[in-house]
């Protein structure tokens, strides 16, 4: 069994930055790959960054230059930092992380959202 809660989000005005934080639990071997999805109200889940187990990264075109991604291998907990943040950033955010646990080499957890409004 492997766990994944996320944690940071809130209510922001615009311009700015909020950190999320998605920590993962359980019988854990390994991480691979961790990631952040987002999903407007209406819209489908979309991917926002993601990063290997090697550290390289993808970041969405929306938020290049203002989200970074990292992540703690030591801690199972992967970092999305979100500067000068836009209405339309406003979304839940998922965490999700491919894990090697027990017999299952590759387990794909999602965590249950945390929420990011952006408004003045």
């Known amino acids: 069994q492997v766990q994944v809660v996320e944690s940071g989000g809130g209510l922001v005005q615009p311009g700015g930055s909020l950190r999320l934080s998605c920590t993962a639990s359980?019988?854990?071997?390994?991480?691979?790959?961790m990631a952040w999805y987002r999903q407007g109200p209406g819209e489908q889940r979309d991917l926002v960054a993601g990063?290997?187990?090697?550290?390289?990264?993808n970041l969405a075109d929306s938020v290049k230059g203002r989200f970074t991604i990292s992540r703690d291998n030591a801690k199972n907990t992967v970092y999305l930092q979100m500067n000068s943040l836009k209405p339309e950033d406003k979304a839940v955010y998922y965490c999700?992380?491919?894990?090697?646990?027990?017999?299952?080499?590759?387990?794909?957890?999602w965590g249950q959202g945390t929420l990011v409004t952006v408004s003045s």
């Open positions: 359980g019988s854990i071997i390994t991480i691979y790959n």
């Open positions: 990063i290997k187990s090697d550290g390289s990264t």
């Open positions: 999700k992380m491919k894990v090697w646990s027990g017999f299952t080499t590759n387990l794909e957890v």
